[in-house]
């Protein structure tokens, strides 16, 4: 059973660009959740969506958004990039609604110049 | 929401020692889980585990849900054990997926 599935692994971009990010859950999973983790803030909560809608969003700003497709994978934006955004976004797929074993993909590790 | 803490922050010890890394949150939960972020920033997963205890070869674990803690325990510890160690709920008021994750306990194992 393949695991969470997420790409690119690395991206360079420069400021004032925006960025789109994917998640693929594994097979099965309806949830998929977004993290961001950088050394100064830890790991914080983005937004989650289930059933290609968002069901709750983080203390995040409007540059970063999301949606889901109907077979479950995500994908995330992030717009006007700024160097704070330079960090491990991390995503996490759940079988379903509820508090369930959360499985996490590998990561995009985002650089902004 | 939910505040989670970790102690230790870090934590270096020699190869073939035991130890204890505790999750404290400040809440009610239904669910935790412990994972190892591993040199290449994935989060393995070690538990999940809302109370009572588990085991996996040498790494165990422990929730008491009713004192808010949880204690993941390492023996005989190994080199590979090495990284960061979060333990993570979920945010109670959402009732979802919206995890909150401890600040983690970086070990170093030493040879």
């Known amino acids: 059973k393949a695991g969470v599935t997420q790409t690119p692994r690395y991206l360079i971009k420069t400021r004032g660009q925006q960025v789109t990010l994917s998640c693929s859950p594994i097979s099965g999973h309806r949830s998929v959740s977004w993290y961001q983790q950088t050394p100064g803030q830890g790991l914080q909560f983005l937004f989650e969506y289930f059933s290609e809608t968002q069901r709750n969003k983080g203390n995040f700003p409007g540059r970063f958004s999301g949606r889901q497709f109907s077979n479950s994978r995500s994908e995330m934006n992030v717009s006007t990039l700024e160097l704070g955004d330079s960090a491990l976004y991390l995503c996490a797929s759940t079988r379903a609604e509820g508090n369930t074993e959360a499985f996490f993909g590998q990561g995009t590790r985002l650089t902004v110049v | 929401g939910i505040q989670v803490e970790q102690s230790p922050p870090d934590l270096i010890l020699q190869e073939g020692a035991n130890s204890t890394l505790r999750c404290n949150f400040s809440d009610s939960v239904n669910n935790l889980q412990w994972f190892h972020q591993n040199p290449w920033g994935q989060l393995i997963n070690l538990f999940y585990?809302?109370?009572g205890t588990k085991q996996n070869g040498r790494l165990s674990a422990t929730t008491v849900a009713t004192e808010r803690y949880s204690l993941l325990y390492i023996s005989s510890s190994q080199t590979t054990d090495s990284g960061v160690y979060f333990c993570?709920?979920?945010?109670?008021?959402?009732?979802?997926?919206?995890?909150?994750f401890g600040a983690g306990t970086r070990l170093t194992v030493k040879p």
């Open positions: 585990i809302p109370s």
């Open positions: 993570a709920v979920p945010d109670r008021f959402y009732n979802n997926n919206d995890m909150r």
